[in-house]
Nanobody, 123 residues
Framework: QVQLVESGGGLVQAGGSLRLSCAAS????????MGWFRQATGKEREFVAA????????YYTDSVKGRFTISRDSAKNTVYLRMNSLKPEDTGVYYC????????????????WGQGTQVTVSS
């Protein structure tokens, strides 16, 4: 079992930055691949970024490439999403998720989810 708790969301102006954190606990936390997803009001949940167990491989959706960076710190059992040059269309609830086998961009593949943290970007 893995427990995930997101933090770091908030209100920011367009062009600003936020760093989201996802603190993980439970057995074999280091063996899980991690992902970030987001869901805007009235929209389906979409993939944002993912990172492999070792941290050596990352994936991003096209709309955030060059602006967002996913990373993990095994010593702290934490995964991060650094978001720069934020746009109003980045607004939504951001969810952290964990996957035991493989690394995926598909929400349905993930086994564990946090409760989400709200990110609001004003114009």
């Amino acid at each position: 079992q893995v427990q995930l708790v997101e933090s770091g969301g908030g209100l920011v102006q367009a062009g600003g930055s936020l760093r989201l954190s996802c603190a993980a606990s439970g057995r074999t936390v280091s063996s899980y691949s991690m992902g970030w997803f987001r869901q805007a009001t009235g929209k389906e949940r979409e993939f944002v970024a993912a990172i492999s167990r070792s941290g050596g491989t990352t994936y991003y959706t096209d709309s955030v490439k060059g602006r967002f960076t996913i990373s993990r710190d095994s010593a702290k059992n934490t995964v991060y999403l650094r978001m720069n040059s934020l746009k109003p269309e980045d607004t939504g609830v951001y969810y952290c998720a964990a996957l035991l086998y493989g690394t995926s961009t598909q929400a349905n593949d993930y086994e564990y989810w946090g409760q989400g943290t709200q990110v609001t970007v004003s114009s």
